[in-house]
């Protein structure tokens, strides 16, 4: 309520209003400017759900993240392995656990053949999957992530 116009309140906003304003706060804070670094998604969506409410409407940030990720496809992931991985799609009944495409070994090496791995599953042959920790900077790691978002590099 305290755009324009003045004095309205959340509950006379429209749904596309609502929705619209948490992608705004989301591509603010995703996006790198002159003055402040780009933040991590986790991070936003902590922000997001962060209020009381008041601000923003609850199920609407729950199911945005359900419908975007924690991690979006293409982002660079540091995970409990110390392998790097790409993200390459998000699994909605638990955004923190997508699919990944893990491009490096624990040493930081490239691999010479990337693996995909489901996170979400319980467990698989070499017992449970790896976590995620961390966001990772592209830029920080020397990694353009997107090559490996092609299907013909797996």
């Known amino acids: 309520g305290t755009g324009y116009p003045g004095g309205v309140s959340r509950p006379s906003l429209n749904l596309a209003t609502q929705l619209c304003s948490i992608a705004d706060v989301y591509d603010a804070m995703r996006s790198q400017r002159a003055y402040q ?88 042959a070499d017992g449970p999957p790896p976590r995620i920790v961390t966001p990772v900077d592209p830029a920080e790691a020397g990694i353009d992530p997107l090559p490996y978002l092609d299907d013909a590099v797996a």
């Open 37 to 124: 670094r780009a933040f991590p998604t986790d991070r936003i969506l902590g922000v997001l759900g962060q209020n009381d409410g008041s601000r923003f409407d609850q199920r609407l940030v729950r199911r945005f993240s359900q419908l975007l990720g924690i991690y979006p496809a293409g982002n660079l992931v540091r995970l409990d392995s110390g392998e790097l991985a790409v993200v390459l799609r998000v699994h909605a009944p638990d955004p923190s656990k997508p699919t990944v495409r893990i491009i490096t070994g624990p040493d930081g090496a490239k691999r010479a053949a990337a693996r995909d791995v489901p996170l979400w599953v319980d467990s698989g």
